[in-house]
């Protein structure tokens, strides 16, 4: 008597190959849930409740792979979605959360920073782009508001620094000596936009970039 492996060792046996291009599709699992049938030792048949239990577990990984194929059609959509919104963006001057500026031979571009609460003490640190301080400048003791903050583009010897994209990072202290957040913001025109591991990038004149999500307000070009 011809005999079939148990479906259970078939499904086990595609799941393995499945890497090679095999794949158990509904219509072979209806072949072999068939043939195992026809196949059966009759004086050994197969148990009805582990035959349920394998037709379960094959519609639950088909209902998954069905759920995993919705869920990426609809991340592409939002993602498109998401592109096609940003490109209005391109033209027109932004602000937007960020600690970014750029240097250039006639000027650098300022960074808006908040404080909450008054600081007793308040210092700008200037990054270059591998992550080093090459500035510090005291800022003193400063009340609670919104203030901008420029760079005069030159590091602790006083000498000017290349051209490129910086950051700006504050570090303030209350009169108690307890650190207080300061939260930063730029602006800038936007050129251009992408996506990078589907966060939706806008790219600004100068070469920094902001996520679309961070973007606080949009002034038109013709405003």
Do not use: C
Request: glycine residues 6%; proline residues 1%; aromatic residues 6%.
């Amino acid at each position: 008597m011809t005999t079939i492996s148990s479906l259970a060792s078939a499904t086990s046996s595609s799941s393995t190959t499945s890497s090679s291009g095999t794949t158990l599709d509904s219509d072979a699992f209806l072949q072999l849930l068939i043939a195992e049938l026809q196949n059966q030792d009759p004086t050994n048949p197969a148990d009805n409740t582990e035959m349920i239990n394998q037709i379960a577990s094959f519609s639950t990984v088909e209902q998954l792979s069905a759920l995993n194929d919705t869920a990426t059609s609809i991340y592409d959509s939002l993602t498109a979605m998401s592109l096609n919104s940003a490109v209005s963006f391109i033209g027109q001057s932004v602000l937007a959360e960020g600690d970014d500026i750029s240097k250039t031979d006639d000027a650098t571009t300022v960074v808006s920073f908040t404080l909450e609460s008054d600081a007793e003490t308040l210092t700008a640190h200037v990054y270059d782009s591998d992550g080093t301080i090459i500035n510090s400048v005291s800022l003193g003791a400063t009340d609670s508001g919104t203030y901008t903050f420029s760079w005069d583009g030159t590091n602790y010897t006083g000498t000017e620094v290349a051209n490129g994209t910086y950051s700006v990072v504050f570090e303030a202290y209350d009169e108690d000596g307890d650190s207080l957040e300061v939260s930063t913001m730029v602006a800038g025109t936007v050129s251009g936009v992408s996506v990078e591991d589907g966060t939706t990038v806008l790219t600004l004149s100068d070469g920094r970039t902001v996520n679309l999500e961070d973007v606080y307000s949009v002034v038109s070009s013709d405003a």
